[in-house]
């Protein structure tokens, strides 16, 4: 792997690691109800570097730095590669597992990501700050009108082939009520395609996405801190009816997902994790690129993150290897210890990752959607 690959994967192998943390770890003291540092570390922040990355990826996917024109052909292969991770999401949606899994969703944005996808810079960067921006005020103004004529109102638990019995409901959850709600999470991925268009080799670029990373989440803190504190938006939102239901002070560091966030525009104000608002979208992307920008010059000279990129680089075979044993586990009574179960599923994880390393191969669900995506792009006729 080059070095500049081996930063991607690196930082792939921490949104990995990052999303098992929530998965199993507990996000809220059990004796106080305070959240614990897995929560407040890893919270909203680790999907989000998954999906910031896979925007990364399909950029370098078609072209980096020089996208491929007008080509229909990688288009093909990115939309077979969605297909195939929508059956996989599928088929992890029919476990019994106390996840939220992001598959069938992550594939949805790969699908909504393709009219982007062979942008320049420019145009993908005005595209995703323009959605970072608006996509939460669409949100906000549609969920009610949802809740209004959609029946059922919510797909029970993650999705599977059920819910395609209900395609009403189904699209709802997908673009605007789910967990994973992809209208606003399309923003990362544009985001992720404007990083990709970057020469991530240069060391200016690796210290921007750093210090601009670092910069934008502390700045939409510190903007959110400052529109719910002195300008009296939390007091605002305690008084509707999810603000006197849901002790909001907590859930604003841990979890927004479970929020009904309506009856006040004070709720764009929020960049709780989960919460979809451009707060939260900017805070999480910073820290994103922020994460992205240090794996990048950590890998400069050598692959000092070798575990963490050789997991990274299989995450979609990890991950779905991660849901399973987690339905296992959830099943078992009394529960397993949670920290036992996070450090030894990391350490397979990472082990695993050299493993394949080792022999030079891939996850075997990777080669499995690379060879689709390749076959499909190569069906393409190309354009005279």
Same mark, same amino acid.
Request: include cysteine; proline fraction near 6%.
């Given at each position: 792997?080059?070095?500049?690959?081996?930063? *991607?994967?690196?930082?792939?192998?921490?949104?990995?690691?990052?999303?098992?943390?929530?998965?199993?770890?507990?996000?809220?003291? #059990?004796?106080?109800? @305070? #959240?614990?540092?897995?929560?407040?570390?890893?919270?909203?922040?680790?999907?989000?570097?998954?999906?910031?990355? =896979? %925007?990364?990826?399909?950029?370098?996917?078609?072209?980096?730095?020089?996208?491929?024109?007008?080509?229909?052909?990688?288009?093909?292969?990115?939309?077979?590669?969605?297909?195939?991770?929508?059956?996989?999401?599928?088929?992890?949606?029919?476990? @019994?597992?106390? *996840?939220?899994? *992001?598959?069938?969703?992550?594939?949805?944005?790969?699908?909504?990501? /393709?009219?982007?996808?062979?942008?320049?810079?420019?145009?993908?960067?005005?595209?995703?700050?323009?959605?970072?921006?608006?996509?939460?005020?669409?949100?906000? /103004?549609?969920?009610?009108?949802?809740? @209004?004529?959609?029946?059922?109102?919510?797909?029970?638990?993650?999705?599977?082939?059920?819910?395609?019995?209900?395609?009403?409901?189904?699209?709802?959850?997908?673009?605007?009520?789910?967990?994973? #709600?992809?209208?606003?999470?399309?923003?990362?991925?544009?985001?992720?395609?404007?990083?990709?268009?970057?020469?991530?080799?240069?060391?200016?670029?690796?210290?921007?996405? /750093?210090?601009?990373?670092?910069?934008?989440?502390?700045?939409?803190?510190?903007?959110?801190?400052?529109?719910?504190?002195?300008?009296?938006?939390?007091?605002?939102?305690? %008084?509707?009816?999810?603000?006197?239901?849901? #002790?909001?002070?907590?859930m604003l560091e841990v979890n927004f997902s479970a929020v009904d966030q309506s009856g006040s525009w004070w709720w764009l104000a929020t960049s709780a994790p989960h919460s979809g608002t451009t707060l939260?979208?900017?805070?999480? =992307?910073?820290?994103?690129?922020?994460?992205?920008?240090?794996?990048?010059?950590?890998?400069?000279?050598?692959?000092?993150?070798?575990?963490?990129?050789?997991?990274?680089?299989?995450?979609?075979?990890?991950?779905?290897?991660?849901?399973?044993?987690?339905?296992?586990? @959830?099943?078992?009574?009394?529960?397993?210890?949670?920290?036992?179960?996070?450090?030894?599923?990391?350490?397979?994880?990472? /082990?695993?990752?050299?493993?394949?390393?080792?022999?030079?191969?891939?996850?075997?669900?990777?080669?499995?959607?690379?060879?689709?995506?390749?076959?499909?792009?190569?069906?393409?006729?190309?354009?005279?």
């Amino acid at each position: 792997m080059s070095a500049r690959l081996s930063g *991607i994967d690196a930082a792939r192998g921490t949104a990995l690691l990052g999303m098992m943390a929530t998965h199993a770890l507990p996000l809220w003291d #059990p004796a106080t109800g @305070d #959240p614990t540092a897995a929560a407040l570390i890893f919270s909203g922040r680790s999907s989000a570097l998954f999906a910031l990355l =896979a %925007g990364v990826g399909l950029a370098l996917l078609t072209g980096g730095r020089n996208p491929g024109g007008s080509s229909p052909r990688p288009r093909a292969g990115i939309a077979v590669r969605a297909v195939i991770i929508a059956l996989v999401g599928l088929t992890l949606g029919g476990l @019994d597992v106390s *996840i939220a899994v *992001i598959l069938f969703h992550y594939a949805v944005l790969f699908l909504l990501a /393709l009219p982007f996808v062979l942008m320049p810079l420019r145009r993908v960067a005005a595209w995703a700050a323009g959605w970072v921006l608006l996509s939460p005020v669409a949100a906000y /103004l549609v969920r009610p009108w949802l809740g @209004d004529v959609v029946s059922p109102r919510d797909v029970p638990g993650n999705i599977t082939w059920d819910a395609f019995a209900h395609p009403a409901t189904l699209a709802a959850d997908v673009f605007f009520t789910g967990f994973y #709600p992809a209208v606003q999470w399309l923003s990362y991925l544009l985001v992720g395609l404007a990083i990709g268009r970057l020469d991530l080799r240069r060391l200016n670029t690796q210290l921007g996405l /750093l210090f601009v990373g670092v910069g934008a989440a502390a700045g939409a803190k510190l903007a959110s801190w400052w529109l719910l504190g002195p300008l009296g938006g939390f007091a605002a939102l305690e %008084g509707t009816d999810s603000g006197r239901r849901w #002790p909001l002070s907590r859930m604003l560091e841990v979890n927004f997902s479970a929020v009904d966030q309506s009856g006040s525009w004070w709720w764009l104000a929020t960049s709780a994790p989960h919460s979809g608002t451009t707060l939260d979208l900017v805070h999480t =992307a910073g820290c994103a690129a922020a994460v992205l920008g240090a794996c990048l010059l950590l890998t400069r000279r050598a692959n000092v993150l070798l575990p963490l990129s050789a997991a990274g680089a299989m995450t979609l075979t990890l991950y779905s290897l991660h849901v399973w044993a987690m339905s296992v586990l @959830d099943a078992q009574d009394p529960l397993p210890d949670p920290y036992l179960v996070f450090w030894a599923q990391a350490a397979a994880a990472v /082990l695993i990752g050299l493993l394949f390393v080792r022999l030079g191969s891939r996850g075997p669900l990777e080669m499995v959607a690379s060879g689709a995506s390749r076959a499909a792009s190569e069906s393409v006729p190309v354009r005279r």
